[in-house]
């Protein structure tokens, strides 16, 4: 369907602009957060398309023991992705397709973000659509998640679309929200970069960029 080979191209250029951005080695490892049991073509592409699989980490806050036999060299590992259960710069860098959005308020976004700077020794990539683009991905409905919250979340209700009428399960930002939240939690040093994902000539996902130009040890 058009759907899923949008979603296909997304996701495909998310992980080309991870690949030519950090360069990353067989060596380094990748804490990916948000890793899925969805037999979709596109889920998980990070580890279909990345040929060192053993050095992946795969978070989820559900268990899916599925993933280890289609994965096997990956780590698996239940958590919270606000709250890593990992040391500071426990892996070369953080991976991260459409999670920000669905994690709650602008404060618990912003941990998010924080966290993944904190795991991460060189760099992270965070992806989420983008509030402006006509479309919402996730329903998509065109225009209604320009509405304030309260009439959103009633039509999203009386359209069956009951997953998405709360602020806790999706919470749109655009490019100038992004950016100012990953500034509010960003190191010392850091460079920050936006690339976007266009459909309809108008960009429907946002790719956030941030390399550590002195990475721990």
Known sequence: SMASGLLLRTREAVFQTFVATFQPSPEQTVL???????????????????????????????????????????????????????ADGSYDFVYSHAVIEHLGSRVQQARFLGEALRV??????????????????HTGLPFLHFLPAPLRHWLYGLLGKGMYASEETLHLMGARTLCRLVREVQPGGATVGLRRVRWLSLPSNLILLVSKTRPAP
């Open 32 to 86: 990916d957060i948000g890793v899925s049991a969805d037999d979709h073509l596109s889920s998980n592409l990070l580890e279909k398309r990345y040929p060192h699989t053993d050095r992946i980490c795969g978070l989820s806050i559900d268990h899916f023991p599925e993933l280890r036999s289609q994965f096997p060299g990956m780590k698996l590992v239940q958590g919270d992705a606000r709250a890593l259960p990992f």
């Open 120 to 137: 991460a020794r060189r760099g992270i990539l965070v992806t989420t659509p983008n509030r402006w683009h006509p479309v919402e991905t």
